[in-house]
């Protein structure tokens, strides 16, 4: 011990007793203790390398899912948002409020334009019925359409052919933007 630096009494990291350190390194009383610490830290590490390992598991996993898996995750995520931001609006193309279930309808199909499936203007609440079973009902779409974001903003959405590859940090990223949108506007509901 350097001259100067008397060892004060210190608590015993496994049992309630204090002792006084011969240097700064013990941290425990006693032998026993010490064994006890060294059997509480070698399960700590394995603990973590489980965790690690299955960490890494996870991961590898994901990577290996096909880029489409999150293109639908994404989706469903947009959509989620799509129909909480519409929560006060009736079914665009054909104006019902009743349905068996809401839906997120794309005014420019997925498979015909898959760079604007997670367009804002290009998705609107609708009906079971207009969705599915009339593919859209593109024809009373386009009118409400026009009458809600402005017939330039159509026609954008019309002109708008230059195709688009998204990317799993693209989807990530996304997803994280719609998620808190989505937060947002729950929030700001429960509020009003
Ligand atoms: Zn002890
Ligand atoms: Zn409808």
Redesign the pocket.
Same mark, same amino acid.
């Given at each position: 011990m350097a001259k100067g630096k008397t060892p004060k009494p210190k608590k @015993?990291?496994? @049992?309630p007793?204090k002792?006084t350190p011969v240097n700064s390194l013990q941290i425990?009383? @006693?032998p026993? @203790?010490a064994i006890?610490y060294a059997k509480q830290q070698s399960e700590r590490k394995q603990k973590q390398s489980e965790a690690d390992s299955r960490r890494l598991w996870n991961k590898r996993k994901a990577a290996l899912k096909p880029l489409k898996h999150w293109e639908d995750m994404t989706q469903r995520v947009v959509n989620d948002y799509i129909r909480e931001r519409d929560r006060d609006l009736p079914c665009i193309s054909c104006g019902t409020w009743v349905t068996v279930q809401w839906e997120a309808g794309h005014y420019r199909s997925r498979g015909a334009a898959s760079h604007l499936r997670y367009n804002e203007d290009n998705i609107h609440k609708q009906c079971h019925h207009c969705n599915d079973n009339l593919s859209s009902n593109a024809i009373p779409y386009r009118a409400a359409l026009v009458e809600k974001i402005g017939l330039e903003r159509v026609l954008a959405l019309e002109n708008n052919n230059t195709p688009h590859r998204y990317t799993r940090e693209e989807l990530d990223a996304l997803r994280a933007e719609y998620r808190a949108k989505t937060r947002a506007l729950k929030k700001q509901q429960e509020a009003a």
């Open positions: @015993c990291r496994i @049992c007793k002792f425990v009383c @006693c026993s @203790c006890q």
